[in-house]
């Protein structure tokens, strides 16, 4: 299903009259004014929620409806308040969707320690004659011929 056919499905057809036909006495919907709506609002996806529009994403589908109608608003009256709550909608579902990234962050009340060694506190030299070494051959039967 079509964008389109997801705003003719979701809002009523004498709003949708009204909103594409401002100036006339008209009674059906105005699709090239529809179409044009709709191609406004998937082209600002991109740009705001940092995505392509997917008509298969609910989420999508559901900002994208509220977006044509506000179009439609702005373009019909001039009104912006809609057109820019919907943008504004689109930015935070950008810092919360599915491809927000999540700052680092810790509530720890741990210090890192003083020095200035890059390398973790395990891997420090003074634990050099801590590591294990390999077993002597016969120890463990590790590089016997004949066992």
């Known amino acids: ?15 949708l009259v009204r909103l594409t036909n401002p100036d006339s006495t008209a009674n059906t919907v105005d699709a090239a004014r529809l179409a044009a709506a709709v191609a406004d609002v998937e082209a600002e996806f991109p740009v705001y929620a940092g995505e392509a529009f997917a008509i298969g ?9 509220e977006g044509v109608e506000a179009r439609l608003r702005f373009v019909a009256t001039g009104e912006d308040d809609k057109w ?14 599915p491809r927000a990234r999540v700052t680092p962050r810790t509530t720890s009340r741990l210090i890192p320690s003083g020095d200035d060694s890059t390398l973790p506190a395990f891997d420090r030299l003074r634990f050099a004659g801590n590591a294990p070494a390999a077993p002597l051959p016969g120890e463990d039967g590790a590089g016997d011929d004949g066992g």
């Open 1 to 15: 299903m079509a964008l389109a056919d997801e705003v003719t499905a979701r809002l009523s057809n004498s709003l």
């Open 57 to 65: 994403s609910p989420a999508h589908v559901s900002l994208a409806v």
């Open 84 to 97: 820019r709550a919907f943008l504004a909608r689109l930015e935070a579902y950008a810092a919360a969707g």
